[in-house]
């Protein structure tokens, strides 16, 4: 089934054809074919997303090893299990979903490193594993990809790297996918353990400068010998 939306934005018409749809946004399959301007709508084309069926859903130890979990933390919840190509999804859904979350997704990145372990351990050679409560990762995505452009852009302005605060390797992965072709920054990994975090740089060729409706791209600008300025966000 497909379709073709339109939309004061991008996110507009895709809101619209998700609710006219019936679906949530990870089992869309979203192309953007016209982002909008002064006098034009959005619109994006939307079909559902086709999975491959498991043969023995009824074998698989991830998921019953995650509603094991849930179980025994008393929690109200169904998981629900997909699997395309090399990957192999868990979708915990339900009104304690959220309780599975944990600060910052912590106790789903934990969770989802044990499913892995298991399936490892069995055998089972899977290049990603995903386990997601609530739509937490999709929402997440969604947040930092938003912010990693605005970063961008103000590193741009200023001249000056940003660096963020410490972030888990699926938060980090989410900026550097943001930014891999932006053409104002670029991004880097610094630190060890739990104080890894990315760092924002702008690239030499591409300076903004605001005035007081819009900016100008300007030329190549010296940099500093021992680098940027750095600012933590």
């Given at each position: 089934m497909s379709n073709e939306f339109k939309g004061a934005s991008v996110d507009a018409a895709i809101e619209e054809g998700l609710k006219k749809l019936g679906i949530e946004r990870e089992d869309a399959q979203i192309e953007v074919l016209h982002k909008g301007g002064l006098f034009k709508k959005a619109v994006v084309k939307i079909e559902k997303r086709k999975y491959e069926e498991i043969e023995n859903p009824e074998e698989s130890s991830g998921k019953k090893f995650i509603e094991d979990i849930l179980n025994y933390m008393n929690?109200?919840?169904?998981?629900e299990q997909r699997e395309k190509g090399?990957?192999?999804?868990?979708?915990?859904?339900?009104?304690?979903?959220?309780?599975?979350?944990?600060?910052?997704?912590?106790?789903?990145?934990?969770?989802?490193y044990l499913v892995t372990s298991k399936l490892l351990s069995e055998g089972k050679k899977y290049q990603r594993v995903v386990v997601d409560a609530d739509f937490y990762r999709q929402k997440r995505e969604k947040t930092l990809t938003n912010l990693a452009r605005r970063l961008a852009r103000k590193a741009a302005s200023t001249g000056s790297e940003?660096?963020?605060?410490?972030?888990?390797?699926?938060?980090?992965?989410?900026?550097?996918?943001?930014?891999?072709?932006n053409k104002l920054a670029t991004?880097?990994?610094?630190?060890?353990?739990k104080d890894r975090h990315i760092v924002i740089s702008p690239?030499?060729?591409?300076?903004?400068?605001?005035?007081?409706?819009?900016?100008?791209?300007t030329g190549p600008k010296k940099t500093q010998k021992f680098g940027y300025k750095r600012k933590r966000f």
């Open positions: 929690l109200n919840c169904t998981v090399e990957e192999i999804s868990f979708f915990i859904k339900g009104e304690d979903a959220n309780r599975i979350i944990g600060h910052r997704g912590e106790t789903l990145d934990a969770l989802q940003v660096e963020l605060e410490p972030m888990t390797s699926f938060e980090r992965r989410i900026i550097h996918t943001a930014l891999q072709k991004t880097r990994s610094e630190g060890q353990g690239l030499e060729e591409m300076r903004l400068e605001y005035g007081p409706t819009s900016f100008s791209k």
